[in-house]
């Protein structure tokens, strides 16, 4: 006989695999689009364009291809960046939520592979870090979140990368002077566009 907690636990996987197979998860593409993800050629060239050495960006333990997942497959930032919206700081997905989908396909592909083993060992990709402020700066992702920022505005057209770098972008100030993409008058000039506070304290606390 089954116990309650046993029945509530098949309930739940079932409804699980159920919203899976639909497609109804936040940010999953329907079940006819991950079939072709399986061993398709776009993924195995996303793979490979995301550890071209030549390729603006350091090469990654895995080779991630934002191109193909936000872009191609139009995955949501926040159903793999969870949180987002809510935390101050991005994160990168655990190991658990990319096997959440590539425990099913993919299989064939080398980055999965590593992902796979990674899952095995019980330990978390080391990702490099691209988009950093120094350490007395506070960024806050769900105050730009909720105030419509687009991701892009500081990651750049994530979704057309393979292979992830910090893209350039200067802005220029009325006296001349140029500001670099994450450095202050950057983010300064941003702020007074957008009509955003430029109090200290707001960015140093």
């Not at 700081?89 to 796979?116: N, R, W, Y």
């Not at 910090?166 to 300064?188: F, N, R, S």
């Not at 941003?190 to 707001?202: G, K, M």
């Amino acid at each position: 006989m089954v116990s309650a907690n046993g029945l509530r636990q098949r309930a739940i996987e079932a409804a699980v695999a159920g919203l899976l197979a639909g497609g109804l998860v936040l940010g999953l593409p329907g079940p006819d689009r991950v079939d072709a993800q399986t061993s398709s050629d776009k993924a195995q060239k996303a793979q490979a364009a995301a550890w071209d050495a030549d390729a603006p960006g350091p090469k990654q333990p895995i080779p991630f291809s934002h191109r193909l997942h936000a872009g191609e497959y139009q995955i949501d930032c926040l159903y793999c960046h969870t949180g987002t919206d809510r935390s101050q700081a991005a994160g990168v997905p655990s190991v658990e939520s990319c096997m959440g989908c590539h425990t099913h396909f993919g299989g064939d592909l080398e980055g999965v592979q590593i992902l796979k083993q990674h899952w095995e060992e019980k330990r978390p990709v080391e990702w490099l870090q691209i988009h950093r402020v120094p350490e007395h700066v506070q960024f806050r992702h769900n105050r730009h979140v909720a105030a419509g920022v687009e991701c892009n505005t500081c990651h750049g057209p994530v979704e057309k990368m393979d292979k992830l770098y910090l893209t350039e972008d200067t802005k220029w100030w009325v006296y001349g002077l140029p500001a670099q993409k994450l450095e202050m008058g950057w983010c300064i000039k941003c702020h007074r566009e957008n009509e955003a506070s430029q109090d200290c304290l707001v960015c140093h606390y």
